[in-house]
Structure formats: C-alpha cells, structure tokens
T-cell receptor, first 108, second 116 residues
Framework: GQNIDQPTEMTATEGAIVQINCTYQ??????LFWYQQHAGEAPTFLSY????GLEEKGRFSSFLSRSKGYSYLLLKELQMKDSASYLC?????????FGQGTELSVKP | DARVTQTPRDKVTEMGQEVTMRCQPI?????VFWYRQTMMQGLELLAY????????DSGMPKDRFSAEMPDATLATLKIQPSEPRDSAVYFC??????????????FGEGSRLTVL
C-alpha cells in the first residue's frame, strides 16, 4: 500500500519563497515526482528525485530524503502564474501514485 | 506539443448511458495509463497497459468499467452503465521515451465527464 501526504492549500506573496512538503509511506519506491497542474489543464512535469539531495531547476528546486520518506518542492521568486496545484507522486514499480495535491495561491 | 490526444474533451450524459473515452498517442505507444481526477479523491490510477496488455486494473470498478488497447495508436475506457459518481476528469498518460526511463508521464488534456 501507499500513503502520500501534502498540505491541502497554501498561500504566499508574489516575489516570496514557498516550500511545499510531501511525506510518504510506500511499499515500493523508484523515485519521486513533482507535477504542476493549472485549473482546467493537465498535470505537467516539474521535477524528479531518485537519490537523496537537492535538484535545482531555475526557480524550482526539489529535495528528497528516502530514509525520512520526505520531499519538498521549493519555489523562489514567486510569480502570479505559479498559482496552481502541485502534486507529489511516487514511482511504485513503474506506475505513478499521486498525492491529493497542494493548491497554491500567490497573492500580489 | 501534444503527445496524446483525448476525446471527447467534454461529455455530459444521463445516468445509465454508455460512455467511451479515447486516448490516441500521437506517435503510437505500447504503454498507456488511465487516471481519474475528482476533488474528493484527487488523481487516482485506474488501469495501465504495457505492450498493449492490461498490467494492472485494480483501481477500476470492474462491474461497469472496461479498458482496451487494440493497437499502439488507440486506447479506450468504457463505462456502462454510467452513474453520477463517475463524474470526473479522465486523463490518459504515456511514459516519456528515452535512455533514462524514470517513469515520467506525459498527460493528455483529459476528458471531463458529467453524468446527470
């Protein structure tokens, strides 16, 4: 079985930094993904971690600790267009299992 | 850069009617995933195919749902009979190709189903 937990919603200010956490318990682990989903659209890939540590890609970074079953997505220099749902997903034997998602609202 | 086409984009139907949703990988693909997204349950895996054979459909209600992949350019998800609780957005997704197989998926635009 698997259990993936994320906060339901977060609010942050334009230009600020926000960290979205994801904790997981799973019987199999082949990597962790973060996806972004704007309202009414399909999820799109943001980042992938399979080893412990930080992966940086522009304004977005993702961290993984496999021993703690923990990941976070860090968004810097927030922009209004970053308002979206952020989904944490575990690769479990070739299939992606998603958390409920965190709805991020960026305010001016 | 649409890698997957899904039809219909929007479907409103009445309870008891049959609904068929289609997923067409643009360049053909032997592996397809079907997901369902609702506010309450989030994005749930219904079924997936590898080499066009069903590998796991444990997330799918068997009594009314069926999924097939007749060839690499078409996968279908059928609901018969449909019920109001089936109202959701149904996504199909295909794995990203390449030397590094991480499991990353490309999602289609989804089929929004409303059952009255």
């Amino acid at each position: 079985g698997q259990n993936i937990d994320q906060p339901t919603e977060m609010t942050a200010t334009e230009g600020a930094i926000v960290q979205i956490n994801c904790t997981y318990q799973t019987s199999g682990f082949n990597g962790l993904f973060w996806y972004q989903q704007h309202a009414g659209e399909a999820p799109t890939f943001l980042s992938y971690n399979v080893l412990d540590g930080l992966e940086e890609k522009g304004r977005f970074s993702s961290f993984l600790s496999r021993s703690k079953g923990y990941s976070y997505l860090l968004l810097k220099e927030l922009q209004m267009k970053d308002s979206a749902s952020y989904l944490c997903a575990i690769n479990q034997g070739g299939k992606l299992i998603f958390g409920q998602g965190t709805e991020l609202s960026v305010k001016p | 850069d649409a890698r997957v086409t899904q039809t219909p984009r929007d479907k409103v139907t009445e309870m008891g009617q049959e609904v068929t949703m289609r997923c067409q990988p643009i360049l053909g693909h032997n592996t397809v995933f079907w997901y369902r997204q609702t506010m309450m349950q989030g994005l749930e895996l219904l079924a997936y195919f590898r080499n066009r054979a069903p590998l796991d459909d444990s997330g799918m209600p068997k009594d009314r749902f069926s999924a097939e992949m007749p060839d690499a350019t078409l996968a279908t998800l059928k609901i018969q009979p449909s019920e109001p609780r089936d109202s959701a957005v149904y996504f199909c997704a295909i794995p990203k190709s390449g030397r590094r197989n991480t499991g990353e998926l490309f999602f289609g635009e989804g089929s929004r189903l409303t059952v009255l």
